[in-house]
């Protein structure tokens, strides 16, 4: 028995990396092509000695919704390279803040495992998007996360003022099903939706069996496979029916890119069809 679980948690591991590795998923399952090296976007790094001067002098991009990206496990960026991409074919119209908050390059399961590491990535980013409102009051800001970056979103949820927000949109978040949500509701105006997948079998389905979900160890069911249970009480919950918003994958969306796998939310097709609208708020 002992030696089962060893050989259970050490599969684990391989198939976490194997899994959770952002680009290369991505590329095998959208286009088939990576992110070109030459793509003019406007991607940028936050930080905590970001210049609030660079973002309030960089031209028209004051009028650009402003979107911060929180990549998965390991700092492997594949939401954000996904993201950069979508918009430099768009033209533009967005800004992208990529928020770093990972253990380091390729470190998916120390990730996916800490969760109270999470939780201080997520109350630093709700310092920063706090600094921001407050110069920036009426630009529309989105908050985009994928995986266990989903995590450190809600982190910040948790506590950030009601409405400094106006959209939160989470990718295949491997947080449990049972994470409250109430205070994330509170803090998007517009409300949050999550994107989940059944089909998302290896990440959200074998590996959280074996490692836990990024917020709870013993959980074995990934919010992003079979949603927040939160949703069961929008007939008795005003809060949760005005903002919450989860959208299943059917095969009807294979035509985007998008097969159902925990990356293929990052597939052009997909962002471009339905991730856009939501961010411009169109």
């Not at 948790?158 to 409250?180: E, F, H, K, M, W």
Request: glycine residues 10%; contains cysteine.
């Amino acid at each position: 028995m002992f030696r089962g679980m060893i050989w259970s948690v050490s599969l684990g591991m391989i198939v976490a990396t194997v899994a959770l590795a952002g680009p290369w998923s991505w590329r095998r399952e959208g286009s088939g092509k990576s992110v070109p090296r030459t793509a003019a976007v406007a991607y940028q790094t936050c930080c905590r000695a970001w210049s609030s001067s660079r973002m309030e002098t960089a031209g028209s991009a004051v009028h650009k919704p402003l979107v911060w990206v929180v990549d998965g496990a390991g700092d492997l960026k594949g939401c954000s390279s996904a993201l950069a991409y979508a918009n430099a074919v768009a033209g533009n119209p967005l800004e992208l803040a990529v928020f770093p908050w990972s253990h380091g390059y390729r470190r998916l399961l120390k990730d996916q495992i800490d969760g109270a590491h999470a939780r201080r990535q997520g109350a630093r980013l709700a310092e920063v998007i706090g600094e921001q409102r407050q110069r920036q009051p009426e630009r529309r800001m989105v908050l985009v996360a994928h995986s266990a970056g989903c995590a450190v979103a809600l982190g910040a949820g948790d506590v950030l003022p009601p409405d400094s927000l106006d959209r939160i949109i989470l990718l295949a978040p491997s947080v449990s099903t049972g994470y409250n949500l109430r205070p994330t509701l509170l803090a998007a105006r517009e409300g949050v939706d999550v994107f989940c997948s059944k089909r998302d079998w290896v990440a959200l389905g074998f590996v959280v069996r074996v490692v836990g979900t990024t917020d709870n160890f013993w959980s074995g069911a990934a919010a992003g496979r079979w949603g927040f249970r939160q949703a069961q009480q929008a007939a008795q919950d005003p809060l949760i029916a005005r903002r919450l918003r989860q959208h299943f994958w059917s095969p009807e969306l294979a035509w985007t890119g998008h097969h159902g796998g925990h990356h293929g939310m990052h597939a052009p097709g997909f962002i471009h069809t339905f991730l856009m609208p939501l961010i411009l708020g169109q």
